[in-house]
């Protein structure tokens, strides 16, 4: 069945540094990925969608790959800080226009 | 603008009693979706609504009816609840459907049956 698996449950970094966090798909090639930011207590808030032609997309310090030879979307934060500590969610449609999966999320926590 | 609403916040249901989330956008969107967060599961899909007037099954809809009441507002209704139906559920909208419109999420209404 198709599945989208974030690895890493909690990462731990240092103030200042890159933050990655790795999304894994398997038994389908989406077009999209999708990544949101979750904070405690609150809804998901989107971030950034990549296609499977763009390769790479950044917004200010954040960066998305998408590799469709590895089947892997990676997420990079530079340059983190304290206010970017959060749940980080990636999500890939499944079957249907509007059946979005999404993965367990890496709980990331940037450390002064 | 409030973006998508979710009431109540917070319920606490007694099994086989039912009620009904309540959700409303006013971004002018075409679909909307409900899901269910349970931790080390993730966001599963329940059901959504591609545009007024249809709603489609999701991964996890049984136990669950829906009605999309207008372009505005999506409901969940819980006919019968069970335990197993605790849980923290999100409405969400987007423009047009989710294969490459952003979704945006309400805050959540956290269920507890017991």
């Known amino acids: 069945s198709q599945k989208i698996e974030q690895n890493s449950e909690a990462l731990n970094i240092q103030e200042g540094k890159t933050a990655t966090l790795t999304c894994n798909y398997t038994n389908y090639s989406p077009a999209y990925l999708q990544w949101y930011r979750q904070d405690p207590g609150r809804g998901p808030v989107f971030l950034l969608l990549i296609r499977e032609n763009e390769k790479e997309k950044r917004k200010e310090r954040l960066k998305v790959t998408f590799d469709t030879t590895l089947k892997q979307s990676l997420f990079h934060i530079t340059a983190s800080q304290p206010a970017d500590s959060a749940t980080y969610l990636c999500?890939?449609?499944?079957?249907?226009?509007?059946?979005?999966?999404f993965g367990t999320g890496t709980r990331l926590t940037v450390i002064p | 603008n409030a973006g998508v609403t979710q009431t109540p916040k917070f319920q606490v249901l007694k099994t086989g009693q039912s009620m009904t989330l309540q959700c409303a956008q006013d971004m002018n969107h075409n679909s909307m979706y409900w899901y269910r967060q349970d931790p080390g599961m993730g966001l599963r899909l329940i059901y959504y609504s591609a545009s007024e007037g249809t709603t489609d099954k999701g991964e996890v809809p049984n136990g669950y009816n829906v009605s999309r009441l207008n372009k505005r507002e999506f409901s969940l209704r819980l006919e019968s609840a069970a335990p197993s139906q605790t849980s923290v559920y999100f409405c969400a909208s987007s423009e047009y459907t989710a294969n490459n419109s952003p979704l945006h999420f309400g805050n959540g209404t956290r269920l507890t049956v017991t």
């Open positions: 999500a890939a449609l499944g079957t249907g226009a509007n059946n979005l999966f």
